[in-house]
């Protein structure tokens, strides 16, 4: 049973740091290209970062460039994102996905509140 657990979320003031950590099971982790999603209401979801299931490409959405940091650590089956100066645009539900072998996996999510 393939599963990706999304945690670290929470609220932050702005100007903030959060770490979230996706868990995942079920499948080779290794094998996957790894992905953090965020969401708004009423707007699309949103592609933030991504890394490739050897780590030798990430890429980022340009409103996050040099503030958020993708990772994985195949021993731990988990992807992280680092997020740093983190601002009210930033709020939205952050998802994990791991795509790849013509499979499409996602996490149920995790809330980032960024307010003072």
């Known amino acids: 049973q393939v599963q990706l657990v999304e945690s670290g979320g929470g609220l932050v003031q702005p100007g903030g740091s959060l770490t979230l950590s996706c868990a995942a099971s079920?499948?080779?982790?290794?094998?996957?290209?790894m992905n953090w999603y965020r969401q708004v209401p009423g707007k699309e979801r949103e592609l933030v970062a991504s890394?490739?299931?050897?780590?030798?490409?990430?890429d980022y959405v340009d409103s996050v460039k040099d503030r958020f940091t993708i990772s994985s650590d195949n021993g731990k089956n988990t992807v992280y994102l680092r997020m740093n100066n983190l601002k009210p645009e930033d709020t939205a539900v952050y998802y994990c996905?791991?795509?790849?072998?013509?499979?499409?996996?996602w996490g149920k999510g995790t809330l980032v509140t960024v307010s003072s």
């Open positions: 890394i490739s299931s050897t780590g030798g490409r990430i």
């Open positions: 079920g499948f080779t982790f290794s094998n996957y290209a």
């Open positions: 996905n791991a795509k790849g072998w013509g499979k499409n996996y």
